[in-house]
Protein backbone atom coordinates (compact mmCIF):
# COMPACT_ATOMS: atom_id res chain seq x y z
CA UNK A 1 0.00 0.00 0.00
CA UNK A 2 1.59 3.21 -1.04
CA UNK A 3 -0.56 6.56 0.16
CA UNK A 4 0.62 9.95 -1.58
CA UNK A 5 -0.57 13.44 -1.23
CA UNK A 6 -0.52 15.45 -4.00
CA UNK A 7 -1.50 18.69 -5.27
CA UNK A 8 -5.28 18.92 -7.12
CA UNK A 9 -5.42 20.18 -10.52
CA UNK A 10 -8.26 21.01 -12.47
CA UNK A 11 -8.77 17.76 -13.96
CA UNK A 12 -9.70 16.47 -10.33
CA UNK A 13 -12.57 18.86 -10.11
CA UNK A 14 -15.19 15.73 -10.86
CA UNK A 15 -13.12 13.57 -7.97
CA UNK A 16 -13.27 16.52 -5.79
CA UNK A 17 -16.57 16.94 -6.50
CA UNK A 18 -17.42 13.29 -5.62
CA UNK A 19 -16.13 13.44 -2.01
CA UNK A 20 -18.12 16.78 -1.55
CA UNK A 21 -20.80 15.00 -1.93
CA UNK A 22 -19.95 12.12 0.10
CA UNK A 23 -18.75 14.39 3.22
CA UNK A 24 -21.83 15.56 3.37
CA UNK A 25 -23.47 12.36 3.18
CA UNK A 26 -21.54 11.63 5.85
CA UNK A 27 -22.19 14.89 7.80
CA UNK A 28 -26.32 14.80 7.51
CA UNK A 29 -26.71 17.01 5.10
CA UNK A 30 -27.11 15.56 1.63
CA UNK A 31 -29.42 18.06 0.26
CA UNK A 32 -26.84 21.03 1.25
CA UNK A 33 -24.49 20.74 -1.77
CA UNK A 34 -25.74 23.42 -4.28
CA UNK A 35 -22.44 23.31 -6.17
CA UNK A 36 -21.68 21.79 -9.44
CA UNK A 37 -18.59 20.42 -11.00
CA UNK A 38 -18.15 23.18 -13.26
CA UNK A 39 -17.88 25.79 -10.34
CA UNK A 40 -15.98 22.87 -7.89
CA UNK A 41 -13.31 23.62 -10.75
CA UNK A 42 -13.95 27.55 -11.45
CA UNK A 43 -13.89 28.66 -8.04
CA UNK A 44 -10.72 26.25 -6.93
CA UNK A 45 -8.81 26.25 -9.66
CA UNK A 46 -8.86 30.04 -11.21
CA UNK A 47 -5.90 31.65 -11.43
CA UNK A 48 -7.46 34.42 -8.98
CA UNK A 49 -8.49 31.27 -6.57
CA UNK A 50 -6.84 31.89 -2.91
CA UNK A 51 -8.52 28.11 -2.60
CA UNK A 52 -6.30 24.72 -2.97
CA UNK A 53 -6.80 21.43 -2.72
CA UNK A 54 -4.66 17.96 -2.34
CA UNK A 55 -5.60 14.42 -3.79
CA UNK A 56 -4.70 11.81 -1.57
CA UNK A 57 -4.09 8.69 -3.17
CA UNK A 58 -3.60 4.81 -2.30
CA UNK A 59 -1.65 3.17 -5.36
CA UNK A 60 -2.46 5.88 -7.44
CA UNK A 61 -6.47 5.94 -7.00
CA UNK A 62 -8.32 9.08 -5.46
CA UNK A 63 -9.19 7.77 -1.94
CA UNK A 64 -9.65 11.32 -0.49
CA UNK A 65 -9.14 14.96 -0.37
CA UNK A 66 -8.15 18.15 1.74
CA UNK A 67 -9.70 22.16 0.80
CA UNK A 68 -7.80 24.88 2.52
CA UNK A 69 -7.23 28.50 2.22
CA UNK A 70 -5.36 31.17 3.73
CA UNK A 71 -6.17 33.38 6.26
CA UNK A 72 -4.71 36.23 8.70
CA UNK A 73 -4.49 36.45 12.29
CA UNK A 74 -4.01 40.35 13.35
CA UNK A 75 -2.28 39.52 16.28
CA UNK A 76 0.13 37.02 15.32
CA UNK A 77 0.81 39.04 12.59
CA UNK A 78 0.45 35.68 9.56
CA UNK A 79 -1.14 33.82 7.66
CA UNK A 80 -2.46 30.91 8.71
CA UNK A 81 -3.70 27.59 6.47
CA UNK A 82 -8.13 27.09 7.62
CA UNK A 83 -9.13 23.63 6.46
CA UNK A 84 -12.36 23.68 5.08
CA UNK A 85 -12.73 20.24 4.07
CA UNK A 86 -10.69 16.63 5.39
CA UNK A 87 -12.38 13.48 3.52
CA UNK A 88 -11.50 10.11 3.35
CA UNK A 89 -13.16 7.68 1.83
CA UNK A 90 -15.47 5.54 4.11
CA UNK A 91 -13.69 2.17 2.97
CA UNK A 92 -10.11 3.50 2.84
CA UNK A 93 -10.30 4.95 6.68
CA UNK A 94 -7.79 3.68 9.15
CA UNK A 95 -5.10 3.71 6.90
CA UNK A 96 -3.29 6.65 7.70
CA UNK A 97 -4.83 8.98 4.71
CA UNK A 98 -6.85 11.49 6.78
CA UNK A 99 -3.16 11.69 9.08
CA UNK A 100 -0.95 11.90 6.42
CA UNK A 101 -3.08 14.94 4.83
CA UNK A 102 -3.27 16.78 8.26
CA UNK A 103 0.57 16.31 8.27
CA UNK A 104 1.16 17.51 5.13
CA UNK A 105 -0.81 20.75 5.63
CA UNK A 106 1.20 21.13 9.11
CA UNK A 107 4.50 21.21 6.94
CA UNK A 108 3.42 23.50 4.52
CA UNK A 109 2.53 26.32 7.45
CA UNK A 110 5.44 25.52 9.23
CA UNK A 111 7.37 26.24 5.44
CA UNK A 112 5.13 29.26 4.91
CA UNK A 113 5.79 30.55 8.23
CA UNK A 114 2.28 30.85 8.83
CA UNK A 115 1.39 30.92 12.79
CA UNK A 116 -1.58 28.78 12.75
CA UNK A 117 -3.34 25.64 10.87
CA UNK A 118 -7.01 25.64 12.23
CA UNK A 119 -9.99 23.68 11.07
CA UNK A 120 -13.72 23.12 12.22
CA UNK A 121 -15.20 20.07 13.45
CA UNK A 122 -18.96 18.70 13.94
CA UNK A 123 -19.41 18.94 17.67
CA UNK A 124 -21.38 14.98 17.21
CA UNK A 125 -18.14 13.80 15.55
CA UNK A 126 -17.06 11.97 18.30
CA UNK A 127 -14.70 10.11 16.02
CA UNK A 128 -12.76 13.01 14.26
CA UNK A 129 -12.43 14.74 17.74
CA UNK A 130 -11.01 12.23 19.11
CA UNK A 131 -8.82 11.50 16.07
CA UNK A 132 -7.30 15.31 16.30
CA UNK A 133 -7.32 15.38 20.24
CA UNK A 134 -4.83 12.34 19.64
CA UNK A 135 -2.30 14.34 17.29
CA UNK A 136 -2.47 17.41 19.76
CA UNK A 137 -4.93 19.59 18.61
CA UNK A 138 -6.98 21.60 20.98
CA UNK A 139 -11.33 22.46 20.36
CA UNK A 140 -11.57 26.05 20.39
CA UNK A 141 -14.56 25.82 22.80
CA UNK A 142 -15.00 29.59 23.84
CA UNK A 143 -15.57 30.78 20.23
CA UNK A 144 -18.56 30.70 18.68
CA UNK A 145 -19.07 30.46 15.21
CA UNK A 146 -21.95 32.82 12.94
CA UNK A 147 -22.59 32.43 9.80
CA UNK A 148 -24.70 34.43 7.43
CA UNK A 149 -25.96 32.66 4.43
CA UNK A 150 -29.06 32.53 1.94
CA UNK A 151 -32.48 34.84 2.52
CA UNK A 152 -30.47 35.86 5.99
CA UNK A 153 -27.12 37.33 4.19
CA UNK A 154 -29.47 39.32 1.48
CA UNK A 155 -31.98 40.18 3.92
CA UNK A 156 -28.59 41.88 6.56
CA UNK A 157 -26.75 42.97 3.46
CA UNK A 158 -30.02 45.00 1.82
CA UNK A 159 -31.45 46.48 4.88
Known amino acids: MSITIRDAVASDAKTIYDFIIELAIYEKEPDAVVTTVEETKEKIFNENSNVKALICEENGKPIGHAIYF??????????????????????????????????????????????????????????????????????????????????????????
Request: charged content about 30%; overall charge neutral; hydrophobic content about 30%.
Open 70 to 159: YNYSTWLGKYGIYLEDLYVTESKRGLGAGKKMLKHLAKKALEENCGRFEWSCLDWNKPSRDFYESIGAKSQDEWIGYRLEGDSLINFANS
